[in-house]
């Protein structure tokens, strides 16, 4: 007989599974720090990435000045300013991602729980079943 609350836990479970909480469960077996780690170290690759793609942006459409001016240019005081923009960028991410991550860690720990409280009713009830199983015998003689 079809015992309808494991049908309905198993059901619960696999749309967790496949619908809601994959990248949560996929993401639960690392610890808070190297979940954080991970994330703040992408967030600063990221940033760098498109620091540069935005300072060679920036250079093309002042091109002909810069060829112009070559010689001219105060190159150590455009190297200060824009190593100042990208320390200040940089910090800002670390401490953004780090707050954004630790939090969104904590969410995902809480969905987890959840996830694997009804797990372990699914294996109650399969233990429950088994148990059942062997009290059984058949008696025919």
Known sequence: MVNEEKVRIMAQIA???TKYHKK?????????SDYVRSHVISAIWNVTISYIF???LIALYYADYIF???????YERLGFILLGIY????????????????????????ILEEYY????????????GREDADNDTITGI
Do not use: H, P, W
């Open 54 to 56: 935005i300072l060679c």
């Open 68 to 74: 112009l001016n070559v010689a001219r240019l105060a």
């Open 24 to 32: 949560e469960i996929r993401g639960g077996e690392y610890d808070k």
């Open 87 to 110: 320390t200040i960028f940089i910090i800002l991410t670390i401490l953004m991602s780090y707050l954004f991550y630790s939090k969104k860690y904590i969410r995902n720990r809480k």
């Open 15 to 17: 749309l967790d599974e």
């Open 117 to 128: 409280e009804k797990l372990e009713q699914l294996d109650r009830f399969y233990e429950q």
